[in-house]
């Protein structure tokens, strides 16, 4: 697929992912604008956004040798935390973009998610009851996520490495531990992280997301202002639309991801814009 396809399948896929995290399902709705927090509707839904969340920011890789799907490039062996999340393929739409003639607003968003994710912190008194343990542990936003995401959704066979991480993260706090007993870390880990940590940085998670998803509605207003356009027949109870493809847009694949892409534009996002109190954002 050329450059131009790629765009319009990496920003639907973006929005498609935001969409299945910060919706009203998911979290309790409110009208409100700012200062806010946004709670979760259940237990359920905050496990579910953390399991997305880290769908989010995995990396796409390629396996049994095969290249990337759909043209797509992997990220360098070199590359910094964030690019081994979908945010690397937003970064490649804000540095060549083919839909609009420029991404800041959708650059700033996505570079303040990042930046975010690659802090770290200490959080004191870390509960290990299984093995006796209690450590300070030092870990980035980013990494407590994805083993979050992971125990969330694998099971204990599936997780060997999050529990060398979690074992390399006991280590460098001075308690040396053997892999049985990392494995045996695993629910009080998690436990910690996603039931105290996720679950106070979440309305923050939530508010860049959202941000990004708004940036991309702005980013394709004036694509969408271009290609709509009322077919013969169009009434209001009869809407018959349809959307110019942008030149080099051919791929079957590509046209139905601008399609949908186009009609998430006529939709606009789900959720106003809004912005957390800081009191969720100054710990950890």
Not at 93 to 113: D, G, I, M, R, Y
Not at 189 to 194: G, K, R
């Given at each position: 697929?050329?450059?131009?396809?790629?765009?319009?399948?990496?920003?639907?896929?973006?929005?498609?992912?935001?969409?299945?995290?910060?919706?009203?399902?998911?979290?309790?709705?409110?009208?409100?604008?700012?200062?806010?927090?946004?709670?979760?509707?259940?237990?359920?839904?905050?496990?579910?956004?953390?399991?997305?969340?880290?769908?989010?920011?995995?990396?796409?890789?390629?396996?049994?040798?095969?290249?990337?799907?759909?043209?797509?490039?992997?990220?360098?062996?070199?590359?910094?935390?964030?690019?081994?999340?979908?945010?690397?393929?937003?970064?490649?739409?804000?540095?060549?973009?083919?839909?609009?003639?420029?991404?800041?607003?959708?650059?700033?968003?996505?570079?303040?998610?990042?930046?975010?994710?690659?802090?770290?912190?200490?959080?004191?008194?870390?509960?290990?009851?299984?093995?006796?343990?209690?450590?300070?542990?030092?870990?980035?936003?980013?990494?407590?996520?994805?083993?979050?995401?992971?125990?969330?959704?694998?099971?204990?066979?599936?997780?060997?490495?999050?529990?060398?991480?979690?074992?390399?993260?006991?280590?460098?706090s001075g308690h040396p531990v053997g892999e049985?007993?990392?494995?045996?870390?695993?629910?009080?880990?998690?436990?910690?992280?996603?039931?105290?940590?996720?679950?106070?940085?979440?309305?923050?998670?939530?508010?860049?997301?959202?941000?990004?998803?708004?940036?991309?509605?702005?980013?394709?207003?004036?694509?969408?202002?271009?290609?709509?356009?009322?077919?013969?027949?169009?009434?209001?109870?009869?809407?018959?639309?349809?959307?110019?493809?942008?030149?080099?847009?051919?791929?079957?694949?590509?046209?139905?991801?601008?399609?949908?892409?186009?009609?998430?534009?006529?939709?606009?996002?789900?959720?106003?814009?809004?912005?957390?109190?800081?009191?969720?954002?100054?710990l950890y």
């Open positions: 697929m050329n450059e131009i396809e790629q765009e319009c399948i990496i920003l639907n896929s973006a929005w498609k992912m935001i969409d299945g995290m910060v919706n009203w399902a998911m979290f309790v709705k409110h009208g409100h604008v700012e200062p806010t927090d946004m709670m979760f509707q259940t237990s359920h839904c905050s496990e579910l956004f953390i399991i997305r969340l880290g769908d989010f920011l995995s990396q796409l890789r390629a396996f049994n040798g095969r290249p990337v799907p759909l043209g797509l490039q992997a990220a360098p062996s070199n590359a910094r935390p964030s690019d081994l999340t979908f945010l690397y393929y937003l970064r490649q739409v804000c540095a060549k973009p083919h839909l609009a003639p420029e991404a800041s607003n959708l650059s700033t968003h996505t570079e303040a998610f990042a930046t975010w994710l690659e802090g770290d912190f200490v959080t004191q008194g870390v509960n290990l009851s299984a093995i006796n343990v209690v450590a300070d542990l030092r870990v980035t936003r980013y990494r407590y996520l994805k083993i979050c995401g992971d125990i969330a959704k694998h099971n204990l066979a599936r997780l060997e490495t999050n529990v060398r991480y979690i074992q390399n993260l006991l280590q460098a049985q007993e990392a494995y045996l870390t695993v629910a009080d880990f998690y436990e910690w992280f996603q039931r105290k940590i996720f679950i106070y940085h979440s309305s923050q998670i939530a508010e860049f997301l959202n941000n990004i998803r708004w940036a991309i509605f702005e980013f394709l207003q004036p694509e969408f202002d271009r290609s709509y356009h009322q077919k013969e027949g169009y009434s209001l109870s009869t809407p018959l639309y349809g959307y110019h493809y942008p030149d080099g847009c051919n791929e079957p694949l590509a046209c139905a991801m601008y399609w949908d892409l186009m009609n998430r534009v006529r939709g606009r996002p789900w959720l106003h814009r809004f912005i957390v109190s800081d009191s969720f954002k100054a």
